[in-house]
């Protein structure tokens, strides 16, 4: 087993808003290991964001509030730390791609000088010349072409498959334990995200470093992951890892997910037409039900699932494979 580099146990936010409080992430637990790849899967809404946020301590408060559990990297729990040691360990230790480029990369300043600020940050020893240097051979890493004039170009003049390399230069230039990547590949067509997925599991062999992988998109974790965690409503509905899951999902949510990835039917030798869909809606956090938070879109759910028997617990179905429902699938 990899070496353990952070754990999140019993994660609860919550945010202060005008109907009144609500909790977005609810007893979240998850590990990060060396040199491996956790994905965090679910639909917007589902937590996942917020759960990275919260290990980067960027949960703004107001209105949002880390009201439970811990967060520990290497041992030590990070929702102790002052602020001061946390940006101290941000973009040093744990370092975050954010879903959006163009608005993450500050238009006013080449992307040379962006780089070089990280370094000048949480490298003070090294000189302006081996910063600049630094850069340019990050950009080099990242398989950006002539990285020496690149260095001097503003976000605006790149595409956004380079924007999103030179957001991948700029984590990994302190060449951190851990690099959470937020929907890393959301706006890029499908040509460029398989370079950029490529990429990642390049620099991650090369690094050792463990990956936190939050997507909506399954394909990008068949692609990249050896964990899946499965979010719905702010809690993890099943984990496995990614063979596991994809054969034998034992949850209803995440069966579903799975059945709505496009595939290539062979005996009728073109995609299939009509993809099966999870019918209904995500509830909304004020107003969720009793019971199991998938009951209104669950064709399996009976009075057990709405609220006789409380809210079904995350238990291990199989060795190293949990399921929060009241009914997991054989299949």
Do not use: W
């Not at 990242?142 to 700029?170: C, D, F, L, T, W």
């Not at 230039?173 to 490529?198: F, K, N, R, Y």
């Not at 939050?214 to 719905?232: F, K, N, P, R």
Request: with cysteine.
């Amino acid at each position: 087993m990899a070496e353990k580099i952070l754990e999140v146990k019993d994660l609860v936010v919550e945010f202060r808003t005008d109907r009144g409080r609500v909790t977005a992430v609810n007893g979240v637990n998850f590990d990060v290991h060396k040199g491996k790849t956790i994905g965090v899967v679910g639909e917007s809404g589902s937590g996942k964001s917020v759960s990275a946020l919260s290990i980067m301590r960027l949960i703004p408060n107001p209105p949002g509030e880390i009201t439970g559990g811990k967060i520990l990297y290497r041992g030590d729990d990070l929702l102790a730390k002052p602020m001061d040691t946390m940006r101290a360990i941000r973009g040093n230790k744990i370092a975050m791609i954010f879903q959006e480029p163009m608005t993450s990369l500050n238009p006013v300043f080449t992307v040379g000088n962006q780089i070089e600020e990280v370094l000048k940050l949480h490298q003070p020893e090294l000189s302006k010349e081996q910063r600049h240097e630094k850069s340019i051979e990050q950009l080099r890493l990242v398989g950006i072409p002539s990285p020496e004039k690149r260095i001097n170009e503003y976000p605006h003049q790149m595409s956004g498959g380079m924007r999103q390399r030179v957001m991948i230069a700029m984590s990994l230039a302190c060449e951190p334990d851990i690099l959470i990547a937020d929907e890393p590949t959301t706006a890029l067509d499908v040509t460029i995200q398989a370079q950029i997925l490529e990429l990642m599991k390049k620099l991650q062999t090369e690094l050792g470093m463990g990956i936190i992988m939050i997507t909506h998109d399954l394909g990008v974790v068949a692609e990249t992951c050896d964990d899946v965690s499965v979010m719905y409503c702010g809690q993890i509905v099943e984990s496995a890892d990614v063979k596991t899951l994809f054969a034998s999902p034992k949850h209803p949510y995440t069966k579903g997910l799975i059945e709505s990835i496009p595939s290539f039917d062979s005996t009728l030798g073109k995609v299939r037409d009509r993809l099966p869909t999870i019918e209904g809606m995500v509830p909304s956090l004020f107003d969720l039900p009793n019971g199991c938070n998938f009951q209104d879109r669950c064709k399996f759910a009976d009075d057990k699932c709405r609220g006789s028997h409380g809210d079904p617990q995350l238990l291990e179905a199989a060795p190293g494979h949990s399921v929060r429902c009241f009914h997991p699938l054989n299949s």
